[in-house]
């Protein structure tokens, strides 16, 4: 059996510090890109649409304006993901874009993860100013809902993730 993906999962961990200096290349935007693109979708909608941000000043603006992503400053690559409203579903399934951009968004820092990146979610969804910060700073037309703020690069200092597993928040039905 094949233990990478799986060790993947579980060594992921959240990075807020950055080497400034150490640009993510293009390659690996791309995989990065290619993988959140993979996750499953509802109806297979793919209701996600993407923004690659590399603009020093648009990082800063995005730091600045946004209470939990300050790390923004020091990286070199931030990715958006965004709902897009032309690929909502419609009825009770309305809101199932929450679960697929969320599915895209795993995808991504499992990732960076697996290149040796360090990543973050930060949510701008549902906090209506954070939305508005991000749709102003990115100039995004009202079809785009930002979803989360993903800051991505070298981590400076590598840290070992924080124990999640719970088993008494597991119910067991045979």
């Not at 070199?76 to 032309?86: E, R, T």
């Not at 954070?130 to 037309?141: E, K, Q």
């Not at 124990?163 to 045979?174: C, D, G, L, S």
């Amino acid at each position: 059996m094949d233990r990478n993906a799986l060790d993947n999962i579980m060594s992921r961990t959240s990075y807020r510090n950055f080497d400034p200096n150490v640009k993510v290349t293009d390659e690996e935007l791309s995989t990065l890109l290619h993988a959140a693109m993979a996750a499953p979708t509802g109806v297979n909608r793919q209701p996600w649409h993407f923004v690659a941000v590399t603009s020093r000043r648009v990082l800063d603006e995005l730091a600045d304006a946004l209470p939990y992503c300050k790390m923004a400053h020091s990286a070199p690559l931030a990715i958006v993901v965004c709902g897009d409203k032309s690929k909502f579903l419609e009825g009770d399934d309305a809101t199932l874009w929450v679960q697929d951009v969320s599915a895209a968004s795993e995808n991504l820092l499992l990732a960076a993860h697996a290149l040796g990146l360090g990543a973050v979610w930060t949510c701008a969804y549902p906090h209506e100013d954070r939305m508005a910060s991000v749709s102003r700073i990115l100039g995004l037309s009202d079809e785009f809902v930002p979803f989360n703020v993903i800051p991505v690069g070298r981590p400076l200092k590598l840290h070992a993730p924080v124990k999640k597993w719970h088993p008494e928040k597991v119910t067991y039905i045979a």
